[in-house]
């Protein structure tokens, strides 16, 4: 059963249609009780960082999500700013991240680069090992981008897949349990598609 | 490396799909939900839907409708018309559309770019910019009236929506629109060489090689396009067509050939 929290943002209809497209039992998770019996959770975020934290914080569901995924170690992924928010801060707000993933989130500007800011449309990832969230999926593959914000890993070992945008910059993590993708599978087509299949059958 | 992203644009006139010339005689062409449908399958890089009505007629954006685009649409939509408040946009994202777009906004409330950038990020607030020619010279059309005349206005225009929190520009040639003779490369190359967010260009393209032309002359922008992908042949018989994901990898790696990135 997979478990889509529903905290005010996020694209849940897109994730829960194509899981049910595949017969994957999902919930929307929006009370505390919700998340008995889930499995895995889809951690969707649209929006600035501080308010999709803030959000999160004062869902209903927070606490024992928290439990679940720090403890329990169930495997849960973050979506563009539901990744974000995994990190310790963003240069984007005022609020603490997560801190479940170490890392910083910097403004694409960070970068080398004269390259257009937000980073939007269909860009390659890059893995050098490939990580079981990208069986079926290709080196270079495409998917959708659309953000301004990036995560920086303190640890590199965190980082699964990175993206060319004048330079490389992390695009995925992986620590444990916890996953997070920059890019929008619920938006990527088929390549989304198969990332979010992958989670389903971790 | 990012791709050129190649976005069919769909006009909606009282939940038909539409087609004008000149931002003029709307010609009825189907059913906006049929079409996102089968441009989905087709893999599209993204769509831009525009309601061309309702900020004439002061209504509402028909929310219940567009809750339908996002359903089985597994690539992201803009959505433009009547977006008048930051619930109204609010609204809109939450239901799973990717960006909202503002035009009449940008002159009659420049906050609202401002709060809703605040709000979901600049990546989600796109401005729309109808450009015509008249006498000779670039006027920005908003609201019925010609807003500002001259190159000069239309570039510190761009630029301050640019500032106020636009994260993409929709430049739409009016004077281009619906006639399929190419896009205004001049006009597309001017504002390219300006402002360094992303810029998506409607209104002329006729053929893929009007695409080509484009992108080989802007590099990596969105070329946005309504007859093209819903007309086939002289007689514009109605029929749904979109480049084949070969077909956009060439236009790629024209993009990469220019200087402008």
């Not at chain 1, 897109?14 to 505390?32: D, H, L, Q």
């Not at chain 1, 169930?74 to 479940?100: F, H, N, T, Y």
């Not at chain 1, 680069?113 to 999926?137: A, C, D, R, V, Y």
Request: hydrophobic share 40%; proline share 3%.
């Amino acid at each position: 059963m997979i478990g889509i929290l529903n905290y005010g943002t996020g694209n849940i209809k897109a994730f829960s249609n194509i899981y049910k497209s595949f017969g994957i039992s999902i919930r929307i998770i929006e009370e505390k009780n919700d998340l008995e019996g889930v499995s895995k959770i889809v951690l969707p975020g649209v929006g600035s960082f501080d308010r999709v934290l803030e959000k999160l914080r004062s869902a209903a569901f927070f606490n024992l999500l928290e439990d679940l995924v720090l403890n329990k170690e169930i495997p849960i992924l973050g979506i563009c700013v539901g990744m974000q928010i995994m990190a310790q801060r963003s240069d984007e707000g005022v609020c603490k991240g997560l801190g479940w993933i170490g890392g910083e989130v910097h403004h694409l500007s960070k970068l080398k680069t004269n390259k257009q800011i937000p980073h939007m449309g269909w860009n390659q990832i890059n893995f050098s090992e490939k990580n079981e969230l990208f069986s079926g999926i290709k080196n270079f593959d495409n998917f959708y981008f659309l953000h301004s914000y990036f995560f920086q890993p303190t640890y590199e070992s965190d980082s699964v897949a990175k993206c060319c945008h004048s330079e490389n910059f992390c695009v995925a993590v992986n620590r444990k349990n916890i996953y997070g993708v920059q890019f929008h599978p619920e938006k990527s087509h088929q390549n989304g598609i198969q990332l979010l299949k992958n989670f389903a059958i971790l | 490396m990012l791709r050129p992203r190649i976005i069919p644009c769909l006009l909606l006139q009282d939940e038909g799909l539409v087609k004008t010339i000149n931002f003029k005689n709307p010609t009825y062409i189907g059913d906006p939900l049929n079409a996102i449908k089968i441009f989905n399958e087709k893999n599209a890089d993204e769509i831009i839907i525009l309601d061309i009505d309702v900020s004439k007629a002061n209504k509402q954006p028909n929310f219940g409708l567009i809750e339908k685009f996002s359903l089985d649409c597994r690539m992201p939509i803009c959505y433009g018309g009547g977006v008048r408040t930051l619930s109204d946009a609010l609204r809109i994202i939450e239901m799973g559309i990717e960006k909202i777009s503002l035009n009449s906004a940008a002159f009659k409330s420049p906050s609202l770019i401002s709060s809703i950038a605040r709000e979901v990020g600049t990546q989600s607030v796109v401005v729309s910019i109808d450009v015509d020619v008249v006498k000779g010279e670039y006027c920005i059309f908003s609201e019925n009236n010609y807003q500002l005349r001259g190159q000069k206005n239309l570039i510190e225009h761009i630029k301050k929506v640019v500032d106020l929190g636009a994260g993409e520009l929709l430049i739409n040639s009016v004077h281009k629109d619906g006639l399929m003779s190419g896009y205004d490369l001049e006009l597309s190359m001017m504002v390219r060489s300006e402002v360094n967010c992303p810029i998506t260009f409607l209104g002329g393209a006729g053929s893929f090689s009007n695409l080509e032309d484009l992108i080989r002359s802007c590099g990596v922008v969105g070329a946005a396009a309504g007859s093209i992908f819903v007309y086939k042949g002289e007689f514009k018989a109605v029929l749904i067509s979109y480049p084949s994901q070969e077909d956009r990898d060439s236009l790629a790696k024209k993009a990469y050939l220019t200087q402008m990135d």
